[in-house]
């Protein structure tokens, strides 16, 4: 089993920055392709970005030139830095973990193994 924790949420301005963090228990993590979700309110979860254990970076056209995903394997941490953030960014963050590690990723929940808990994200305009 393999646990998956998000921090680094918060409120923030329109135009401001935040930084996420999935801390990983796994050691396998380093095999893992590691993907970021957001859910609001009323909304399905979507797909944001992943990084697959070879390094290779996935992002959806909303998340482009806007966020960056990375990830450091001697930590088991995968990171989302969130720039220029706007009101249709507020959602609850989720990372999740596909150890089958496909690529390109798949965008589909279902598809992945392990999930967060989710770190909320507020911005406000």
């Known amino acids: 089993q393999v646990s998956l924790v998000e921090s680094g949420g918060g409120v923030v301005q329109a135009g401001g920055s935040l930084r996420l963090s999935c801390a990983a228990s796994a050691r396998a993590f380093s095999r893992y392709t590691m993907g970021w979700f957001r859910q609001a309110p009323g909304k399905e979860r979507e797909f944001v970005a992943a990084t697959r254990w070879t390094g290779s970076i996935y992002y959806t056209e909303s998340a482009k030139g806007r966020f960056t995903i990375s990830r450091d394997n001697a930590k088991t941490t995968a990171y989302l830095q969130m720039n220029s953030l706007k009101g249709e960014d507020t959602a609850v963050y989720f990372c999740?973990?596909?150890?089958?590690?496909?690529?390109?990723?798949?965008?589909?929940?279902?598809?992945?193994?392990?999930w967060g808990r989710g770190t909320q994200v507020t911005v406000s305009s």
């Open positions: 999740a973990a596909d150890a089958e590690s496909p690529w390109p990723p798949s965008r589909d929940v279902k598809s992945y193994d392990y």
